[in-house]
């Protein structure tokens, strides 16, 4: 973990879950009289803010780039869409459908605030922005993908949590987290959600699940025609992703994966891989 810099900028509420949790309006600054907490060169625009007084982890995003001298990178690919930076749109579709998918009983983060800056960024397509913040709490601050900055004891205390998830009476470690992982990609898909960026590095080693930015749902469907003529073609993908992420955990906990028992998990929550099958011929 490393700190910066950061500025407090005013602010105000453009969604909230509760009122009791403190506001963290911070904004990385190269001379600023608050600090943020970054845990990897992953979390590209998120860090550490502070604690709940239940002792979880209060994240958040948007607060500028993590890695680069430089605040924000605009390259221009993605319209508005900026290195360091969260659109309002992206912030407010993370808040609600993270709501939605916590309701589902779905281990994920506490959505606390979504928050708009009181400044302007001006982007170099003309454009000037201001910056929002998604401010949310969850219990543990790494993500799959931060192994490598990880000491082994503290990936060893995640994991020794697993136990009280081991339902199934599993000896092999990456069976409790596929149970787990394909456990909530079922129950995404029954309610037709499409998360859309299932990977390592929106799984945090608590097994709860970020990032719903590009999620969609019949509730909060996207806005383009295009998109939602092509959603249910995403849905299969998800499948291949979820399974990537239980050999990335396998990999980094020195175990050997049984492809045939994960492949057998998949098959009885209806993700029965042979429908996929290509034949050599």
């Not at 607060?63 to 508005?80: C, K, P």
């Not at 499409?194 to 909060?220: G, K, M, R, V």
């Amino acid at each position: 973990m490393y700190r910066v810099s950061a500025n407090e900028i005013p602010y105000k509420v453009i969604l909230l879950k509760d009122e009791e949790y403190e506001v963290f309006p911070f904004l990385r600054s190269d001379y600023g009289d608050n600090e943020l907490l970054c845990v990897s060169s992953y979390h590209g625009r998120s860090y550490l803010v502070g604690k709940t007084g239940d002792g979880r982890f209060v994240v958040s995003k948007g607060n500028g780039l993590s890695y680069s001298q430089y605040q924000f990178l605009h390259t221009g690919e993605f319209g508005d869409d900026t290195l360091g930076l969260l659109l309002r749109q992206d912030a407010e579709r993370d808040f609600i459908m993270g709501q939605e998918i916590e309701a589902l009983g779905i281990k994920t983060n506490h959505m606390e605030y979504v928050l708009e800056l009181d400044m302007e960024i001006a982007l170099p397509n003309g454009h000037r922005i201001k910056p929002c913040l998604l401010q949310y709490d969850v219990e543990c601050p790494y993500r799959i993908c931060d192994a490598a900055f990880m000491t082994q004891e503290q990936i060893w205390s995640e994991v020794a949590k697993w136990e009280n998830m081991n339902e199934r009476g599993y000896d092999m470690t990456h069976m409790i987290v596929a149970n787990v992982l394909i456990r909530n990609l079922r129950v995404l898909h029954d309610h037709d959600i499409l998360h859309n960026a299932i990977s390592e590095q929106n799984y945090t080693w608590a097994l709860e699940l970020l990032d719903f930015e590009l999620a969609c749902s019949p509730a909060h469907p996207y806005t383009s025609k295009d998109d939602m003529r092509h959603v249910k073609d995403l849905f299969p993908r998800e499948i291949m992703q979820t399974y990537v992420v239980i050999n990335y955990i396998a990999g980094v906990l020195r175990e050997n994966i049984d492809f045939e028992k994960v492949d057998e998990l998949f098959t009885e929550y209806g993700f029965g891989l042979k429908q996929f099958v290509v034949n050599m011929k």
